[in-house]
């Protein structure tokens, strides 16, 4: 097996990467937390989910194609121009609610139904915020998290905020935990 290769990729996903190599854009989601995306969410019918960070659309191309008729998914971005773009290629889509606001202030404000899965790509949610997105996902949901391996992007001291991050989520007494040395490394927690 050659867990490398990627056989299937959503019908839109190329055109979004052409959109990133276009405007630059030097962030974008791993293929394979993508696929992951789409399994996990799969397994989850007439589900809620929340990605924030919505960057480009990549994971989000991913997080749609795993989704049933009667899921929703709201995805928030604090930047209108990848919002716009999101929207362009989205937006048409009934089932998705694309939300340009700071994420900090959604996840402190947001009063609506749990989530089955939240996908925090984004520093709220992830290093930041983190009990306010723990508290928003449903018993048996999952909290899923990427780039926790060493990226070569990363700012100077970033590492330390990985390490308290996932020794903050260890020490939770309410989520069950699986950290993937996998792709740019993984957090995987579900909901107890």
């Not at 997080?63 to 604090?78: F, H, P, Q, V």
């Amino acid at each position: 097996m050659n867990d490398l290769v990627v056989a299937y990729k959503p019908a839109i996903y190329n055109l979004i990467e052409e959109k990133s190599r276009e405007i630059g854009f030097t962030m974008p989601s791993d293929l394979y937390v993508g696929s992951l995306l789409k399994t996990l969410i799969s397994s989850k019918p007439k589900s809620n989910i929340l990605e924030l960070g919505t960057g480009i659309g990549l994971s989000l191309s991913w997080m749609i194609d795993g989704m049933d008729s009667e899921s929703k998914l709201i995805t928030i971005d604090n930047d209108p121009t990848l919002i716009s773009i999101a929207q362009d290629f989205f937006g048409n889509d009934h089932r998705v609610s694309i939300v340009c606001e700071d994420g900090t202030k959604w996840l402190r404000t947001y009063k609506g139904n749990k989530f089955d899965l939240v996908f925090a790509d984004a520093w709220p949610g992830k290093y930041s915020e983190i009990d306010e997105a723990l508290e928003l996902i449903k018993i048996g949901g999952f909290y899923v998290v990427d780039d926790m391996s060493a990226q070569e992007n990363w700012p100077d001291g970033h590492q330390k905020n990985v390490d308290q991050l996932i020794g903050y989520l260890e020490g939770r007494e309410d989520i069950f935990l699986t950290k993937m040395n996998w792709s740019t490394g993984l957090v995987i927690a579900v909901k107890k």
